[in-house]
């Protein structure tokens, strides 16, 4: 079992940023890794970022590159989301996930709760 608990959302002003954390703790598979992935209002979950926990290898969603970049603090179990130049349109709840690091939600096991991200115009 693996419980991961995000944290680090709010309310910013477009062009601005916001980091969000996700700390994990259980039984986690460092063969494996972490990912991100957002739900805006009536949509569907889509997948955001996701890094490997042993090389770090990263993988990102085209909307979102060069403005967010994920990273992981192996340590402290605890992956991390640095989101630059907010658009309202990042607006959504951010959910981690973990057990893989593919762009594919079917391919994680465990979800956190989410977290809330509002970026106003």
């Known amino acids: 079992q693996v419980r991961l608990v995000e944290s680090g959302g709010g309310l910013v002003q477009a062009g601005g940023s916001l980091r969000l954390s996700c700390a994990a703790s259980?039984?986690?598979?460092?063969?494996?890794?972490m990912g991100w992935f957002r739900q805006a209002p009536g949509k569907e979950r889509v997948f955001v970022a996701a890094?490997?926990?042993?090389?770090?290898?990263?993988t990102y969603a085209d909307s979102v590159k060069g403005r967010f970049t994920i990273s992981r603090d192996n340590p402290k179990n605890t992956v991390y989301l640095q989101m630059n130049s907010l658009k309202p349109e990042d607006t959504a709840v951010y959910y981690c996930?973990?057990?893989?690091?593919?762009?594919?939600?079917?391919?994680?096991?465990?979800w956190g709760q989410g977290t809330q991200v509002t970026v106003s115009s």
């Open positions: 890094i490997t926990w042993s090389y770090g290898i990263t």
């Open positions: 259980g039984r986690i598979s460092r063969t494996s890794g």
């Open positions: 996930a973990s057990g893989s690091a593919s762009p594919y939600g079917y391919d994680y096991d465990y």
